[in-house]
Structure formats: C-alpha cells, structure tokens
C-alpha cells in the first residue's frame, strides 16, 4: 500500500528529467534492484521447493497459504521497483528524488525485521 501511495499523491504530471538528475536516478534504481535482488531469489526458490515436495494427506491449505506468501514476497519488491522509477521520474529536485529511494528501501526491508523477531 506505501508504493501506492507514491504514485497518488504526487501529480498526474509528468516533469522532464533534468540533465543533472539523470545519474542520482539511475544510481537509485540500480541500487534498489540490487536490494531486491535476494528477496526475489528467496521467494523463487522456496515457491520451487513447494512445487515438488510432497505433502502429507490433507496438508494442501498449509501448502496454499505458503504459496500465497511466497508470491506476495515476489510481487511486493517488483511493485515497489517500478513505482520508485515512476516517482523519481515525476520528480525534479535530487533530494526527494533520494528520499523516495530511502522511504521505499526501508518499505522493502519492513518483513525482514518482522520476521527475525519471529522463534
């Protein structure tokens, strides 16, 4: 729901890129896919594990509700990556541009802190 929030409460305009900008926006981005990176291999990989082992009788809604997980653990960062290149591209100034990319760096990382606190 953060990721889009960034995209409704900025204007519908689209600003130009300024010449200046262009490399704080392209650093930003790269960075956060680099983020992103070990989520998505995480979710793939365990989403693989799920399709081939074999569960006991009965244990399909346990084996649902992981897959379901795993896939909001995939599309979550994905979201996340494509609204911060709309919202730096929206946005002229290099501070909000590096704001935007804190602001949703710390949204990706919230499910991690929650779940090292998990036994």
């Known amino acids: 729901m953060v990721p889009v929030f960034f995209i409704t409460k900025n204007d519908a305009t689209f600003v130009a890129p300024l010449q200046d900008s262009t490399a704080i926006r392209l650093i930003c981005s790269i960075l956060l896919h680099i983020m992103i990176y070990?989520?998505?291999?995480?979710?793939?990989?365990?989403?693989?594990?799920?399709?081939?082992?074999?569960?006991?009788?009965?244990?399909k809604r346990g084996r649902m509700m992981n897959i379901l997980l795993c896939s909001m653990?995939?599309?979550?960062?994905?979201?996340?990556?494509?609204?911060?290149?709309?919202?730096?591209?929206?946005?002229?100034?290099?501070?909000m541009i590096i704001k935007s990319f804190v602001a949703l760096g710390f949204v990706i990382k919230i499910d991690d802190m929650f779940s090292e606190n998990f036994p």
């Open 73 to 95: 653990q995939l599309i979550a960062p994905l979201c996340t990556e494509i609204v911060l290149i709309i919202a730096i591209s929206q946005t002229p100034a290099l501070s």
């Open 38 to 59: 070990s989520e998505v291999k995480q979710s793939l990989n365990v989403l693989r594990y799920l399709k081939y082992v074999k569960t006991a009788k009965g244990g």
